[in-house]
């Protein structure tokens, strides 16, 4: 037993999965994780950046890859780089198939948003095929129609069903190698749709407030936010968003 037991802080039990060869969940340590801000399909900009975000610290590397060319650009960053890379493929399928095949360790997506059943399926198994986990980002921003109508506005219960929507879609096509984020730019929406996500289930969580702000708003609001969150166990992985350079993400982090 610890002698100053006010010190300790229990982590939330959760399933652990892979991205690329960083442990995320379960017993592993909690991950630091970063976005690109340069032009993906500028290979040269996008290595250089990634590589100072590893200097850095970070575990982990976000990338935006909206259309063909940023894929294609992908196979040639993976290369060069040694971080795990997570692509964010937007809204379109074809971006996740291609992203996966690419040499991407993780994708950023949402199974609901992504059209079909059918898209879904190639998806998951382009990602199961090249040992490719998922994130589930949901966002207060961008619930779904029917959501907002149903609670009225963003609020903790409508982020919760709406990653629970998400992750049952992916469970039903037998694949569970995926962590979830609820994120808002509210700290208070954020913090207690976290606490309600991490009640009901055990998937990996990434925890993060959006938007953030610039190097003082943003590093006050995500450590009031996220610190509550880790005090109190939540978090498996974390990404401090800042309009600055993409390095004090690392440093805040």
């Not at 055990?202 to 407030?209: A, E, N, R, S």
């Amino acid at each position: 037993m610890s002698i100053r037991p006010y010190r300790d802080i229990i982590r939330r039990k959760s399933r652990q999965i892979m991205v690329g060869d960083i442990a995320v969940g379960g017993d592993a340590p909690i991950s630091v994780q970063s976005m690109t801000n340069t032009l993906t399909t500028d290979v040269a900009a996008t290595v250089m950046q990634i590589q100072e975000l590893e200097d850095a610290g970070a575990d982990i590397v976000r990338v935006s890859c909206p259309d063909e060319g940023s894929t294609a650009a992908l196979k040639e960053i993976v290369k060069n780089v040694t971080v795990p890379i997570i692509a964010d493929i937007h809204f379109h399928y074809k971006r996740g198939v291609e992203a996966a095949e690419a040499g991407a360790a993780c994708l950023r997506i949402n199974p609901g948003n992504i059209g079909s059943a059918d898209r879904v399926k190639e998806v998951v198994a382009a990602a199961k095929d090249h040992g490719c986990s998922m994130r589930i980002g949901v966002n207060a921003g961008s619930l779904e129609k029917q959501l907002l109508e149903k609670y009225g506005e963003p609020c903790p219960d409508a982020m919760v069903e709406s990653a629970l929507q998400h992750a049952r879609i992916l469970e039903d096509n037998n694949f569970q190698e995926f962590k979830i984020s609820v994120k808002a730019s509210d700290v208070f929406l954020a913090v207690a749709a976290y606490q309600g996500l991490a009640d009901v289930c055990d998937y990996p969580l990434h925890v993060g407030i959006t938007e953030a702000g610039g190097l003082r708003a943003g590093t006050v609001k995500s450590s009031i936010g996220m610190g509550m969150l880790l005090w109190s166990g939540i978090g498996d992985s974390i990404r401090v968003s800042l309009s600055a350079d993409p390095v004090e993400e690392i440093k805040v982090g």
